[in-house]
């Protein structure tokens, strides 16, 4: 019989792992459900509807002036594993020289799986297993702390101010945090013990527009991370809602500037291509090209690279303008509605995003986490209307997560939670609701 044992060949922290819980494992998109809990973009791919696939010599929507146009019949060759062309188009849209006159090029540019493989990347280049760690701002995207737990990396917690002030960024707690961080490393050089002996704080994530927040971080404030006199470490700006916000606010052209910035974006919520998981980190050429250097050979599908290049084209980003018109007029529309239904409190985030966060709030007109996922459940499951419980997250009680959608989903969605919440704030909650809170809350979106 084999001596194999899972449980002392398995890493321990991988053993101890939570499985990843994304918004699908919850609800499936089964054709009659809205799903107002993933912050998709509702109105689709800036593609052409229909696409000819009916013979091997058929081709994807390929961007004028394409270098390569993609035919169906050369997929049995691998990709092109630099996407020069891609990360042009990507430099392209991000120089608006709103923040810098310097221009960024593809050697700025990382793209990979998603802003899933660039947050793994970031951690895997430069934090070492089992000592050093990263700093995050809670609320914010799960996935932060998920990568840290699979590559061993310990969290340092730092939450945002309150909502009252806007979720903004701790700018004293951040700046202390980091202050500490190296006092404790130049203390350990100086015993001879090497400033490496002690963990360290090698990453800040940053996310702005914030998740599930919905507001951009001040200029100012990252500034002075990026402007911290003895810390060494990275900044990493995560703008994957960053179309949603007014022109100009991305910084992806600052790290023309700045050799400790780097900034994630995602072809995933403003361009509606969440299905081809196309991410991007734009950062000064030495760790572009670190990040670059540890990739898979060919992490860009031909078919990933083709579509993007598409919606980078013009005829691909004027249908991503006509879109984000659409989505913000609904946005503006929920903002102005959401106050009229009885139950539904006050706008806890921004509006810089694609989704709004609210309190629910109890029969005594306070926010309450079992009202809020009373009411979470019962459009679900009662009305079809799919959100997000977001109640468990630092400084979010009471509050769902809602998607901005079509006008026919918005109109949907207003009208169940106006029955639902009647309903809920005139039944008791149930005595299971801690256990339900907790499995609402685990979900990664």
Known sequence: MSP?????????????????????????????????????NAFGPPLPTTTTTNNSNSSLPTPPNAATPLRLSTLHRYPDPHQIPLKQRLCDLRTTHTHTARTLTPDHVFVGVGSDEAIDALLRCFCAPGRDR???????????????????????????????????????????????????????????????????????????????????????????????PTWNGVVVVDEAYVDFAEPGASLAEWVTEWPNLAVMQTLSKAFGL?????????????????????????????????????????????????????????????????????GVGRLRGGTDSNFLLYEMLDRDGKPDNATALAVYERLAENEGVVVRF????????????????????VTRFLAALERTLAEVRGTAPGTDEE???????AVVA
């Open 274 to 342: 969440a299905g081809i998981r196309l991410g991007a980190v734009f950062a000064a050429p030495p760790i572009a090209r670190l990040l670059n250097n540890m990739k898979a050979p060919y992490n860009i599908s031909s078919l990933t690279a083709a579509v993007a290049e598409y919606a980078l084209s013009a005829e691909g980003l004027a249908a991503v303008r006509r879109t984000r018109a659409d989505l913000i007029a609904q946005r503006d529309r929920m903002v102005r509605e959401m106050p009229k239904i009885a």
């Open 390 to 409: 977001r109640g468990k997250e630092h400084g979010c009680l009471g509050c769902l997560r809602i998607t901005v959608g079509t006008e026919a989903e």
């Open 4 to 40: 194999f044992n899972l449980e002392t060949c398995a890493r321990p922290n991988i053993l101890a792992l939570e499985p990843y819980r994304c918004a699908r494992d919850d609800y499936k998109d089964d054709g009659t459900n809205t799903l107002l809990d993933a912050n998709e």
């Open 134 to 228: 990263i700093l995050v701002c809670p609320p914010t995207y799960g996935m932060y702390a998920v990568s840290a737990q699979v590559n061993d990396v310990g969290l340092v917690r730092v939450p945002l101010l309150p909502a009252e002030q806007g979720f903004q960024l701790d700018r004293a707690a951040v700046l202390d945090a980091l202050t500490r961080d190296a006092e404790a490393a130049a203390a350990a050089a100086a015993e001879g013990r090497g400033a490496d002996a002690v963990g360290r704080i090698k990453l800040v994530y940053l996310c702005s527009p914030g998740n599930p927040t919905g507001g951009l971080l001040r200029k100012e404030d990252v500034r002075a991370v990026l402007e911290h």
């Open 435 to 441: 256990k339900k809170e907790a499995e609402a809350s």
